[in-house]
T-cell receptor, first 114, second 115 residues
Framework: DAGITQSPRYKITETGRQVTLMCHQT?????MFWYRQDLGHGLRLIYY???????DKGEVPDGYVVSRSKTENFPLTLESATRSQTSVYFC?????????????FGQGTRLTVV | KQEVTQIPAALSVPEGENLVLNCSFT??????LQWFRQDPGKGLTSLLL?????REQTSGRLNASLDKSSGRSTLYIAASQPGDSATYLC??????????????FGQGTILTVHP
């Protein structure tokens, strides 16, 4: 099925553990994004990628690592999880041709760090 | 730095009313303005996309307008229904400098339509 999928949907992890959130899109969009959504802060950009092997920091990148070896995948890794990283994480993709297309979002991953 | 503000933060209306949600942005250097809907515990669903060269877009009972010079967009919902209850988010796709290609979101308007 065409679309953007995130896994897992729910994750509980312990402080200090490494955890990876997966994102896969089937449109071959060049641009992919990771956002976190928190009460009182709305959606904030963590990292984004303009193409395979091209990534850049967003508004709140500290404590996160991304990679993009293939166009369709954009995993987000929390190197050493902290309670402040408890959040809902959304992956998105978009494309620019003659103009930017709509941004499409995954269903989100609810991460709890205990 | 782009800042996006949505007013009101929450809105409760009876079924059948027409309503307007407001979105303002501080940097007019945008590619487009996108409106999303988010149901509780769900992801974001794109409703309407207005390119910077456009003034408005319509989809069914929804109409979104864009005034880039004043930094404002509105989402008009006609004949509201209980199924319209959700959080509505606007996002500006930035065109300038280090913000190129990034979406900046407002905090959202929580809409409740009661029967």
């Amino acid at each position: 099925d065409a679309g953007i999928t995130q896994s897992p949907r729910y994750k509980i992890t312990e402080t200090g553990r490494q955890v990876t959130l997966m994102c896969h899109q089937t449109w071959s969009h060049s641009y992919m994004f990771w956002y976190r959504q928190d009460l009182g802060h709305g959606l904030r950009l963590i990292y984004y990628s303009a193409a395979a092997d091209i990534t850049d920091k967003g508004e709140v990148p500290d404590g996160y690592v991304v990679s993009r070896s293939k166009t369709e995948n954009f995993p987000l890794t929390l190197e050493s999880a902290t309670r402040s990283q408890t959040s809902v994480y959304f992956c998105a993709s978009s494309e620019i041709g003659s103009g930017w297309t709509e941004a499409f979002f995954g269903q989100g991953t609810r991460l709890t760090v205990v | 730095k782009q800042e996006v503000t949505q007013i009101p933060a929450a809105l409760s209306v009876p079924e059948g009313e027409n309503l307007v949600l407001n979105c303002s942005f501080t940097d007019s250097a945008i590619y487009n303005l996108q409106w999303f809907r988010q149901d509780p515990g769900k992801g974001l669903t794109s409703l309407l996309l207005i390119q910077s060269s456009q003034r408005e877009q319509t989809s069914g009972r929804l109409n979104a307008s864009l005034d880039k010079s004043s930094g404002r967009s509105t989402l008009y919902i006609a004949a509201s229904q209980p199924g319209d209850s959700a959080t509505y988010l606007c996002a500006a796709m930035n065109a300038g400098g280090t913000s190129y290609g990034k979406l900046t979101f407002g905090q959202g308007t929580i809409l409740t339509v009661h029967p």
